[in-house]
């Protein structure tokens, strides 16, 4: 019964605290990435998937990265 209640398990369940691209990405509630890669890799698991090659375009909207139209 540990487990469910623990804090960290409570955080991986919450999509919504997901960070970097994950926050906004759209797929977030049914990929959710690799939290096991993200924190081998940034030692936070709630950091973004680091090598996932989706870019969401709210992402690109939130860092000010918007492609033009017609580009």
Do not use: Q
């Not at 890799?41 to 973004?48: P, S």
């Not at 998937?49 to 870019?55: A, I, L, Q, T």
């Amino acid at each position: 019964m540990g487990y469910r209640y623990s804090s960290p398990f409570l955080e991986l369940r919450n999509k919504d605290l997901l960070k970097g691209k994950c926050e906004v990405c759209e797929y977030r509630f049914v990929c959710g990435g690799s939290r096991a890669r993200a924190w081998a890799e940034t030692g936070d698991y709630l950091a973004n998937e680091p090598r996932c090659v989706y870019v969401p375009p709210a992402w690109l909207e939130k860092v000010g990265k918007v492609p033009r139209a017609g580009a």
